[in-house]
């Protein structure tokens, strides 16, 4: 595959975006998109939202969805001696934050401020082999109260960065993987379409706010209201001490879902289509909601016939999301395959 995905995560990774405050990764996305979907824009929710042209009038609509949000922290407090306290702003592991360097984007964003969380050493702490709580966490941005009121409000965000990097050759890890990697997936996926006749009118949205609870993306579908829907998110691989039952495989392919929120017959063209293809990938059971986007997707307006894809991402909610290369490109080559492949019916 010609698409360079660790290019393009470069960009999009690159971009802040916790949730709410998706501007710069909305715009960095909608830009990529552009270049597949002239009518690319950034709606009034925030989500990027673009279709692809398509002369076959009566092709039933299918929406494309990945979420642009990162999980992060937002300011709710800060000290007379110029501290900052936050709250989580999606499900931050909270095991992570103590050290750690944090950018914070003041003044909504408008005074990028540079930050520690605080750490009490452990000879003048207590028990230092247990995680603090969120609120028990500060962040020192090295100025006094008045300077700290001055560069900061209530309500701004706080993020832990770290630059895309290189694992062992084709595995990527940094932040906000967690769901740019859908994202640079869905893109990979419009690249090949160039090239390739597929049965439906395609609608793309990268949605706001799926970290706080998926709610770009039911608004998207409501607008797009369209007759099939196949979202693109990360699901858990397995690492050290983690049960192999709850987890997919780095390296194996995409994660196809199976849910009673899904589609049953969409899931099965998938696990079909990677079967005849010789596309590697595998088969992730959830006995309810899937925690995605596709579960506001398919219970919009009078219900979408949904399907969920999934790459697996080691270390999901910390500042070393870990993913390779070989399953994006999978994952990308099942959903081309996949929507070149006759709807259900």
Partial sequence: MSFDFRQTLEILTAANGVAGEET??????????????????????????????????DFPTLLLDAHIDEIGMIVNYITEDGFLKVSGCGGVDI????????????????????GVMTSTPPHLGGDSTKALELDEIFIDIGMDGK????????????????PLTTLAGEKLTGKALDDRSGVAVLLAVLDQLQERKTCYKIAVQFSAQEETGERGAGLGAYAVSPDYALAVDV??????????????????????????????????????????????????????ATGTNADAISGSKTGVRTALVSIPLKYMHTPVETISVADLENTAELIARFLCAAPVS
């Fill in 235 to 288: 699901s858990f691989a397995l690492t050290a001490g983690e049960k192999p039952e709850k987890c997919g495989i780095l390296g194996k392919g995409a994660m196809i879902g199976v849910s009673p929120a899904l589609d049953r017959k969409m899931s099965d063209k998938l696990r079909e289509v990677a079967a005849r293809e010789g596309i590697p990938a595998q088969v992730e059971v959830m006995g309810g």
């Fill in 24 to 57: 710069n990764a909305a715009a960095a996305a909608c830009k990529l998109l552009s270049a597949y979907a002239p009518d690319a824009r950034v709606d009034d929710f925030g989500n990027v939202v673009g279709t692809l042209p398509c002369e076959e009038a």
């Fill in 147 to 162: 300077a700290a009121k001055e560069n900061v409000r209530l309500g701004d965000r706080a993020l832990i960065e770290t």
């Fill in 95 to 114: 095991r992570v934050l103590a050290a750690q360097r944090v950018t914070v984007y003041g003044n909504g964003g408008k005074n990028v401020l540079s």
